[in-house]
């Protein structure tokens, strides 16, 4: 049924949805063109038609619901298939034609990792076109490019000389705000991210709602509160990577000395709490921001090493915790870790609270000194 479901759909959708599909209509209209009777013989048989891999997408979408930019990344690696290897039907497809689409990758320029993300993209298309009878074989099962081992060193944590230069840059010894630094996103998201071990769009998303006050009962049973950063997909343009993404963070110590809190409750009535920030051509809160710290940590932080990255306050994060002793499922708990245990015992947000504080309240970065608040009226 959901096979011709999804036919049905490839018919519909005929009137066009993405420039994918136009090149399709275009393909099958020319294929369809009326020839002459003296035609050359046919020494292969005419190409079969049956499901294309757009409405595989489509209903892909419809049954899984994944966030709007992964159907954008799926589009986008269809209509590379197309152009690379041609409108093959799903049931058609041969291991052959994928390892053209990785060859011809490859030779365009694009990375082994980048190569392997569009492979692990298609597989994951065709696995669901096998399921529900779409497609007899997932040819792309296996095929993958071996990267080297030396090929790009994995990102690191931010080490002390890093964070004590960071956090001496004019953003927080001047009050500078440069541009595309999104006003106060450039003082609040590198200290949000290494006492929270957030991911860099998690934090952009913020709503002045995703901060609040929370109760929790401590060893003795009496009652306490702590004010807590909520991490969801629940708002308006709000996105998780994962199930265990969703998550209560406790406030760390240093931010609610900073004025965190207060600088939240001062965006109230507004969609977001870094009200400057501009989406990048994906929808990502964080691309544009993004691009920026990059620059800004090179250019003029002076933080050569290429391993180090926004990225690495998380990293950082996670080895304060350790040193700190905290829990491994506490740890994933508060960073939202998928490998964890967490996510199969409780949702993100109903984890007990109680550990979750106990642990923050053991994270210390030894040694650096940190910025003073910033100008509130601003």
């Known amino acids: 049924m959901l096979a011709q479901r999804a036919m049905e759909a490839e018919r519909r959708t005929l009137q066009t949805r993405t420039p994918t599909q136009a090149a399709e209509r275009l393909a099958d209209s020319s294929q369809g063109a009326a020839q002459p009777r003296a035609a050359k013989p046919r020494s292969t048989p005419p190409a079969r038609t049956g499901v294309r891999l757009t409405a595989v997408v489509e209903a892909w979408a419809k049954e899984r619901q994944p966030e709007p930019q992964t159907v954008q990344i799926a589009d986008r690696v269809v209509k590379r298939f197309y152009e690379h290897v041609g409108f093959v039907p799903v049931r058609d497809m041969t291991r052959a034609h994928v390892l053209q689409f990785k060859d011809r990758l490859l030779a365009s320029g694009q990375t082994a990792t980048n190569t392997n993300k569009q492979l692990t993209m298609l597989r994951a298309l065709l696995s ?73 769009e998690e934090l952009c998303q913020l709503r002045p709602e995703d901060i609040y006050e929370d109760t929790y009962r401590d060893a003795e049973d009496n009652e306490r509160r702590c004010w807590v950063m909520r991490i969801t997909n629940e708002g308006e343009g709000q996105g998780v990577k994962n199930a265990g993404s969703v998550r209560r963070i406790p406030i760390h110590a240093e931010l609610l000395a900073r004025g965190f809190v207060e600088y939240a409750q001062s965006h109230k009535g507004k969609p977001r709490i870094f009200p400057a920030l501009k989406p990048n051509g994906r929808g990502a809160e964080s691309g544009n921001w993004s691009k920026w710290f990059g620059k800004y940590l090179r250019n003029v932080i002076k933080v050569k090493d290429e391993r180090m990255v926004f990225h690495s306050f998380r990293h950082l994060f996670k080895d304060l915790a350790r040193e700190a002793g905290i829990a491994e499922d506490v740890s994933d708990a508060i960073t939202g870790h998928a490998s964890g245990k967490v996510s199969r015992r409780y949702g993100g947000l109903t984890y007990p609270l109680a550990p979750l504080v106990a642990g923050m309240e053991r994270i210390r970065v030894v040694g650096l000194t940190l910025p003073q608040p910033p100008n509130q009226s601003r």
């Open 128 to 200: 669901f076109a096998v399921d529900n009878q779409m497609a007899d074989i997932n040819a792309a099962q296996g095929v993958k490019v071996a990267e080297r081992k030396n090929a790009k060193a994995t990102r690191m944590p931010f080490d002390l000389p890093a964070l004590q230069a960071i956090f001496s840059s004019p953003v927080y010894t001047k009050e500078a705000r440069p541009d595309g630094g999104a006003g106060e996103a450039a003082y609040w998201l590198p200290l949000l991210a290494m006492f929270t071990g957030a991911r860099v």
